[in-house]
């Protein structure tokens, strides 16, 4: 499989808007979403007349390009309807609230017992190591190994460790390792570090369920093999103007389905990862889970 990248610094779309002569009803959309995964637009309507639409700044969430998110209609059908706009969109889901309970599958083999480490923010190294920030896990694993899903969720982008938009000079990989990220329903973002590039098994746009094989596990040093789980979201700060700001990245810390029980792992430990229908069929939509049900009478 060739490597696919796909990068956040892409065309910009367009917001378009359709006007019926006969009703002079407006129609807006989303013209030119290329990449896969949501979009959330944020909306400024402002100097609104002939309408009953409140000005504000409005939250989209867009799935597909050429969908439409607002409709605005005359009280007086003589007259058009005045307005004046600005917008802003941001690749994924922004401002999203993010299942903080969820439980993900270890992103490695359920057959044997496999050490996972916490990985620290190294921006916080005047803290003990036990107050320092999670942000992913590093699972231990051997040469050949494949790295699994850990949620549902669309493969958003692949990319080297240079090329990524979350900087962690604190989680090394080798040349020829890749990161792969995938976007959740809720907001969330997983990102998969230290994969072979030659050696992938999805491609940017693919949809993964929890357990779809990714890829091999890579090497940070050219013998010892592992990878890490890293979680995100986006949002931006109480009183950030979306129009004007940046979203923050923050991490999520993860809990994870194992022989033990679902657990926060807090510490290094051993632990063997478990996967089971629960984890599967959570994540179906109705008919999904009705043609799972018939096929597994």
């Not at 958003?156 to 240079?162: G, K, M, V």
């Not at 789980?229 to 700060?237: E, G, K, N, Q």
Request: with cysteine; aromatic share 8%; net charge neutral.
């Amino acid at each position: 499989m060739s490597l696919l990248l796909a990068v956040e610094a892409v065309a910009r779309p367009q917001v378009r808007v359709k006007r019926d002569p006969a009703t002079k009803v407006l129609t807006f959309y989303l013209e030119g979403k290329s990449s896969p995964g949501v979009l959330t637009l944020y909306f400024d309507l402002r100097e609104v007349s002939n309408c009953n639409q409140s000005p504000g700044v409005y939250r989209y969430e867009i799935a597909q390009d050429g969908d439409s998110f607002l409709t605005l209609r005359p009280e007086d059908k003589t007259r058009d309807v005045g307005y004046n706009s600005a917008y802003r969109t941001f690749s994924g889901r922004v401002d999203s609230p993010v299942d903080t309970m969820f439980v993900y599958r270890i992103p490695a083999t359920t057959q044997r017992p496999l050490q996972i480490t916490p990985v620290r923010d190294d921006r916080d190294m005047d803290r003990p190591e036990s107050e320092r920030r999670i942000i992913g896990y590093s699972v231990g694993l051997e040469e050949g190994d494949t790295v699994y899903a850990a949620r549902r969720g669309t493969v958003l982008w692949i990319l080297s460790p240079a090329d990524s938009p979350v900087k962690r000079p604190d989680v090394k990989t080798t040349a020829g390792t890749v990161r792969l990220y995938v976007e959740h329903a809720d907001g969330s973002r997983g990102c998969y570090t230290c994969l072979e590039a030659e050696h992938l098994l999805v491609g940017v746009g693919d949809e993964v369920l929890p357990g779809t094989p990714l890829g091999l596990a890579g090497s940070y040093d050219g013998e010892h093999h592992f990878t890490a789980f890293m979680l995100t979201r986006r949002a931006f700060d109480p009183g950030d103007d979306p129009l004007q700001a940046q979203p923050r990245t923050r991490y999520v810390k993860g809990r994870f389905a194992t022989a033990e029980g679902d657990l926060f792992i807090g510490e290094k430990r051993v632990c063997q990862g478990v996967m089971n229908d629960d984890l599967l069929l959570r994540e179906l939509s109705k008919r999904e889970l009705k043609r799972w049900r018939a096929l597994h009478r």
